[in-house]
């Protein structure tokens, strides 16, 4: 059974910076599209970026390109965020998500994971 868990989040200034973690355990990382999501206060969850198997494809919703960059490190089985020049807006818990079946293609929706971490909370602050 495929585990994963975020570590990284915290309180920062607005133009600051994070870098969120997610390490995989119990199943084969390397063939696994991976997501990031994140959920503000009173709204539903979003999807933020998508990375494939191989890390040679990726994708990123408008709001955040040009700030947050996606990797992966399939040797250590964990996949990260960077996120630079954060926002208030950007306030949210973090989670991160696997897709366990397909090609390990990049997917954007919600409904493609099958695998979910607990969530990181990022605060930025004014």
């Known amino acids: 059974q495929v585990q994963l868990i975020e570590s990284g989040g915290g309180l920062v200034q607005a133009g600051g910076s994070l870098r969120l973690s997610c390490a995989a355990s119990g199943g084969t990382f390397s063939r696994y599209a991976m997501g990031w999501f994140r959920q503000a206060p009173g709204k539903e969850r979003e999807f933020v970026t998508t990375i494939s198997r191989g890390g040679v494809s990726i994708y990123f919703i408008d709001s955040v390109k040009g700030r947050f960059t996606v990797s992966r490190d399939n040797a250590k089985n964990t996949v990260y965020l960077q996120m630079n020049s954060l926002k208030l807006e950007d306030t949210a818990v973090y989670y991160c998500?696997?897709?366990?079946?397909?090609?390990?293609?990049?997917?954007?929706?919600?409904?493609?994971?099958?695998?979910w971490g607990q969530g990181t909370q990022v605060t930025v602050s004014s």
């Open positions: 998500a696997a897709r366990t079946q397909g090609t390990g293609g990049i997917v954007l929706g919600e409904s493609d994971y099958d695998t």
